[in-house]
């Protein structure tokens, strides 16, 4: 998302469609991990055998809370295939 704001930037462009997705090649289903009391954790995990790829539309010219929220969002829509409810490491400011 750094890269999209910065070509935005760049470029003068504003709107971005972003695709993320997971290629897993293991033995055993892909998990997702968590911290839980300050230890990895896949315990909430739901073993996946396919990484469904998240589309989303950004505008990378928006301000900087709402372009936080949409990286937030980008990476919740990731962690809830897995099982994983609760985004630890991106925490947006709140909205007024």
Not at 67 to 92: E, K, R, T, V
Request: include cysteine; glycine fraction near 8%.
């Amino acid at each position: 998302m750094a890269l999209v704001r910065a070509t935005a930037e760049a470029t003068g462009n504003d709107e971005y469609d972003v695709r993320v997705g997971i290629e897993w090649t293991g033995q055993q289903p892909l998990k997702i991990f968590t911290e839980y009391n300050g230890v990895d954790y896949d315990g909430f995990s739901t073993p996946l055998h396919r990484f469904t790829p998240v589309e989303v539309t950004v505008n990378a010219a928006e301000p900087n809370i709402d372009f936080h929220w949409d990286i937030h969002d980008l990476a919740q829509d990731c962690m809830n295939q897995g099982g994983i409810s609760y985004l630890l490491a991106i925490n947006p400011p709140e909205r007024s």
